[in-house]
Every structure is written in structure tokens, then in C-alpha cells.
């Protein structure tokens, strides 16, 4: 069975820093990109950074780059994501997802982690 487990989220204030876990399990995940994405109260889900499998390329949404960075630890089956600076905006559940090499479309869904940033 395919597992996505997200941990770290947390209430924080503003100008703080988290460090999102998402461990994988049931399937060697190394090939696969896996992302983040985040859905705030009354806002659809949106892209928030994804890393690839083997060559390790990272992107990132335009709302928070130059304030975190993904990475990804294929021995250990985990992709995390350190946000720092965090701001108001940021409050979201974070959803780890992964997607095979040539897919469009995220497969496996973890059941998110809840971020909160106080002003």
C-alpha cells in the first residue's frame, strides 16, 4: 500500500521557519517527482514546489521563492520542505505529492499537515 506521510507543520509567527517531512512508503519513490502543494481556507490547491526524481531539479511557485527550498533524501524514501520567512499568507495545509517521470498529473496524495503563520 502507497503511503504518503506528511509531518512538521505547526502554528509559527510571522517571519518564522518550518521544516515540512514527507515520507513515502510501499513503492521506491526515487524516480518520481514529488511536490508540495497547499490549499488555504476557501482557495483551491496550489503548486507550491516539486523536486525531480534522480537529477533533483527544483521548481518553485513564484509566491514562495527565495524562501524555501525542497530537497529530497532518496535513501530514507522523504522530501522535505524548509520555508523560512514565513508570512500570514503561507497558512495553508501542505500536501505532499508524487508523480511518475513522464506523468502530467500527481498520483499518490499524503493527508496534508496544517501550517499556520500568526501575525
Known amino acids: 500500500q502507497v503511503q504518503l506521510v506528511e509531518s512538521g507543520g505547526g502554528l509559527v509567527h510571522a517571519g518564522g521557519s518550518l521544516r515540512l517531512s514527507c515520507a513515502a512508503s510501499g513503492r521506491t519513490f526515487s524516480t518520481d517527482a514529488m511536490g508540495w502543494l497547499r490549499q488555504a481556507p476557501g482557495k483551491e490547491r496550489e503548486f507550491v514546489a516539486e523536486i525531480s526524481g534522480s537529477v533533483g531539479s527544483t521548481r518553485y511557485a513564484d509566491s514562495v521563492k527565495g524562501r524555501s527550498t525542497i530537497s529530497r533524501d532518496n535513501a530514507k524514501n522523504t522530501v522535505y520542505l524548509q520555508m523560512n520567512s514565513l508570512k500570514p499568507e503561507d497558512t495553508a495545509v501542505y500536501y505532499c505529492?508524487?508523480?511518475?517521470?513522464?506523468?502530467?498529473?500527481?498520483?499518490?496524495w499524503g493527508q496534508g499537515t496544517q501550517v499556520t503563520v500568526s501575525s
Open positions: 505529492a508524487a508523480r511518475f517521470l513522464l506523468a502530467s498529473e500527481y498520483k499518490y
